[in-house]
Structures are given as structure tokens and as C-alpha cells.
């Protein structure tokens, strides 16, 4: 009898990764999530808590979805100490090197590597640079390693949503600040479920018939951000 | 104007175009004496050329490069930031390495990115200046051999299209060039493996490598120029059409 598939989640307590987490692990999904506590930028502690809840086994899937919350203040970089600039600009490019590092480590042949990010680097935001500048690094980031591990049939894409769904998923928005990001286009689709729209593409990419699909940026907003 | 990094290949070479645009260059270098080819290079062209101590690691030195330009010669119109770690053309093992890697290419390419706009800042805001980062086609379609200097490559030009929107109020223009050229350490391959640059260059329509003078400081100088007036938040592909699909 085939194993089921295990889907392994890097994401921060809240946003899109949490709340597909959740989702995955309602319809009866084997998952399993780093504690959202996890210093992401900790490369041994990072690896210490992969082993932990892999063991000696190896996932079919990572998802990863963490940029530090500092990233999302809406801010001048000019306003910005340095320290400021590390924690919301450099601090998540590490998470992303150290998460993607310790990920291959578990990583079965032929795994999906998946990535979820906002689309805001597409297009840049005024007083959100250190976020544009980090997922843009990121998603190149991941470009280089669908090469490097293509070997492996190891694929390796990145998802982006809008700003709103990547910060909330499915919560409430009640108590989360977010930022004022201009309008730079409206979506083609009616609104719809973000985390819905990502399960799909999430699925999709666990087939075998996207076994040739790798070093792909899949955008998921309904229209709003379309690419050159 | 300050260029970083200009003690050789490209920012040598597009130290060299502003010169003959009849610029005063702030040749930006860790070791002084290491810039005197390049000084002698703007010279040549008709700049004059100011040479700067910028290790763009250490706050205090590129602070001091921008306000030593600035009181010497009344302003600052554009800052062009080319410098690279020193492992920026070594193979990486991301599997293998470690974050001490990373960080030196992410305290020379990212945080010195950073660093030298908030310097510059409010002198670009007085000539309604211009930002320039040289970035690398690496930073668009991610190199397999260098997956850290990918990431900062393209780490600069998120930087660079967030940063356009926020300055543009101010007229500033932030811009990047994703060049191709020859290289030092290309330059140092034409002898030993002559045959594997032949290779590369056939992969080029334009059947050879960028010369970091001619083909890289001329649309360097127009992103930095009044002509591109109306040109923010772009990357400009400069590499004899070997990467089209960007």
C-alpha cells in the first residue's frame, strides 16, 4: 500500500503558511509544522527541530512561507536603523537560506519544494522596500536551488499572493496592522478565496504531471499583478 | 557623482564613462592605491577623478566618501553602487555552507544597498539626483553556481523597484543595469581556459563579452543622465542579447 504523502510547513504562527497548514491538516493530510517559535535564522536549531519531527524518514513536500513580521511596518527606509533594516530586510533572506538548507536534508527524491510569497516585489511598494527587497531575493533564491537540485527531480516553485491574503490567510484581520499598500491594479477575477487559490496550485504541483514544472513563479492574486 | 567598487572591471570601466561624460568621479575603493588605474582612466576620458577610501562594509567610510564630495564639490548627482564581496565570482555550496558565507555577500550587496541610499539621500533629494545599482542577469534567472550571489543580485533590484516608488516624490530615480562584460577574473580565464570563453561567448548573438568601458558605462550614464528623465524603477539588461527572456 502506498504511504500517503507528508507535506512538510515552514511558516511563522500566522499568515497563509499557518493557515494552510491547518487546511491541509483538516481534510486529513499528513502535516507536519515547525513550532512557530523557531528561530528560522538558526541553522542548528533549525536543523535539530527538521529531525525532530521527520526522524529518520523524508517529506514529499516543503512548504515555506515566512517573512518576519517586522517586514510588513510600512516604513521610509531613511527612517530605518540598521538593526531595523536587518530584522525586516536580511533576517528573512536568512530564514529562507537556512529553511531551504535544512529542507533538502529531509527531502525525499522527487519532492516538491513550494514556496508562498506576496507580490509586492513584482511591482515594488513605497515604505515596504526591505520586504520587496527580501522576497524578490528569496524567489531567485529559490530559482538557483530548482537548478541545483534538479538532479534529485527535486522541484522547487514560488507562489505569490497578494499582500492582505499572504499576511492574514484565513484570519480575521481584526488585530493585525497592515500596511497601506496603493492600489496598482485592480484583479481580473472575482474576489475569491486566496487560500483556496494556493491549495489548488499547492496540489497541482504534487502531481506527477508537474513533475517538469521547476524554477516557476505561479501568481495567484485573480488578475490583479500580471507579469510582463 | 561616487562610483563604488571602481578599482576594476566593471566599476572600473563605468568609472571611465562618466569620466568622458565630464564628470567629477568619486572612485570609491577599499585600498586607495588601488584606484590609481581607474583615476588615470577618468582622466584620460575628461572627468576628474577623486579618489575615495569606501570599504561599503564600514558606515563610517562610505559616510565620509559622500561628504567629502559633497564639501569639496558643492553636490551630489548620482551614486552608482557596483561593489561585490570579494567571493561574489566563487563556486557556492548552498547545501554545505554557512550563513557566515552569506553574509559576506549580503553586507556588501544588500546592506551597503541600503546603507548608501540613506546616506545619499538628502543630497540626491537636492540635485533631484540618481541611484544606480549594478545587479547582474544572476539576479533574474538564479546561476546554479551562485545561488547566494543571485539572491542579492536580485535582493537589489526588489530594492530598486520599492525604492523608485518611494523616491520618485522627491524626483529621485533608482535604477539598475543587469550587466554582461569581461570581468578580472574572466580576463584571467582568456589565458588559462581560453577555449571555456570562447564557449561563453557563443552563447552571446552579439558573439562576445561586454567591455566594461564601452558597452557597459555608456547605458550606465544614460540611466544616470538627464535623458533618462523619465526612466525609474527599471533594470536595464546590458548583455549583447544573451539573456532575452528576462
Known amino acids: ?228 | 557623482m561616487l562610483v563604488t567598487g571602481a578599482g576594476a572591471g566593471v566599476g572600473r570601466g563605468v568609472s571611465a564613462a562618466f569620466g568622458a561624460a565630464g564628470a567629477i568621479v568619486g572612485i570609491g575603493v577599499r585600498r586607495p592605491e588601488a584606484a590609481e588605474e581607474t583615476a588615470a582612466d577618468v582622466a584620460a576620458a575628461g572627468g576628474t577623478p577623486v579618489i575615495l577610501r569606501c570599504d561599503v562594509t564600514i558606515a563610517e567610510q562610505s559616510a565620509a566618501a559622500i561628504a567629502q564630495l559633497v564639501v569639496d564639490y558643492g553636490r551630489l548627482d548620482a551614486v552608482v553602487h557596483n561593489a561585490v564581496s570579494g567571493r561574489s565570482s566563487e563556486a557556492t555550496d548552498f547545501e554545505n555552507t554557512t550563513l557566515e558565507e552569506w553574509e559576506d555577500h549580503s553586507s556588501v550587496t544588500v546592506r551597503a544597498t541600503w546603507r548608501l541610499a540613506v546616506q545619499a539621500y538628502p543630497h540626491l533629494q537636492k540635485t533631484q539626483g540618481s541611484y544606480l545599482l549594478m545587479s547582474s542577469p544572476a539576479g533574474i534567472e538564479g546561476s546554479e553556481r551562485a545561488p547566494f550571489y543571485s539572491a542579492v543580485k536580485a535582493a537589489q533590484r526588489g530594492f530598486v523597484r520599492a525604492l523608485a516608488r518611494e523616491w520618485g516624490p522627491d524626483h529621485i530615480r533608482v535604477n539598475s543595469v543587469a550587466p554582461l562584460a569581461i570581468s578580472p577574473a574572466l580576463e584571467n580565464m582568456k589565458v588559462l581556459e581560453p577555449e571555456r570563453v570562447k564557449r561563453i561567448e557563443g552563447l552571446v548573438p552579439l558573439g562576445r563579452l561586454g567591455d566594461p568601458e564601452t558597452d557597459i558605462g555608456p547605458p550606465s550614464v544614460f540611466l544616470c543622465s538627464d535623458e533618462a528623465r523619465y526612466v525609474t524603477g527599471q533594470t536595464l539588461v546590458v548583455s549583447g542579447g544573451r539573456f532575452t527572456s528576462l
Open chain 1, 1 to 228: 500500500m502506498a504511504t500517503a504523502p507528508t507535506t512538510l510547513v515552514i511558516a511563522t504562527k500566522s499568515g497563509i503558511g499557518a493557515s494552510l497548514a491547518k487546511r491541509l491538516r483538516d481534510r486529513g493530510d499528513s502535516v507536519l509544522h515547525t513550532d512557530p517559535s523557531l528561530d528560522l535564522a538558526d541553522a542548528s536549531a533549525v536543523a535539530d527541530s527538521l529531525r525532530s519531527l521527520v526522524g529518520s524518514g523524508t517529506v514529499d513536500r516543503v512548504v515555506l512561507a515566512a517573512i518576519d513580521p517586522s517586514a510588513f511596518r510600512a516604513a521610509p527606509i531613511n527612517s530605518l536603523t540598521e538593526a531595523e533594516w536587518d530584522q525586516a530586510a536580511e533576517y528573512s533572506m536568512r530564514a529562507a537560506f537556512v529553511a531551504l538548507q535544512q529542507a533538502y536534508e529531509v527531502l525525499a527524491d522527487g519532492g516538491r519544494v513550494i514556496l508562498i510569497l506576496p507580490t509586492v516585489a513584482t511591482t515594488g511598494v513605497a515604505d515596504l522596500v526591505p520586504l520587496c527587497t527580501a522576497v524578490e531575493a528569496i524567489r531567485v533564491m529559490a530559482k538557483a536551488v530548482a537548478r541545483r537540485w534538479g538532479a534529485r527531480s527535486i522541484t522547487v516553485n514560488t507562489i505569490e499572493v497578494e499582500l492582505a491574503a499572504f499576511m492574514l490567510g484565513d484570519e480575521d484581520a481584526t488585530d493585525v496592522v497592515m500596511p497601506v499598500v496603493p492600489v496598482l491594479g485592480q484583479s481580473a477575477l472575482p474576489p475569491g478565496s486566496a487560500i483556496d487559490d494556493v491549495l489548488g496550485l499547492v496540489d497541482m504541483l504534487a502531481t506527477p504531471a508537474a513533475g517538469a514544472i521547476t524554477g516557476a513563479l505561479l501568481v495567484a492574486d485573480r488578475g490583479t499583478v500580471m507579469q510582463p
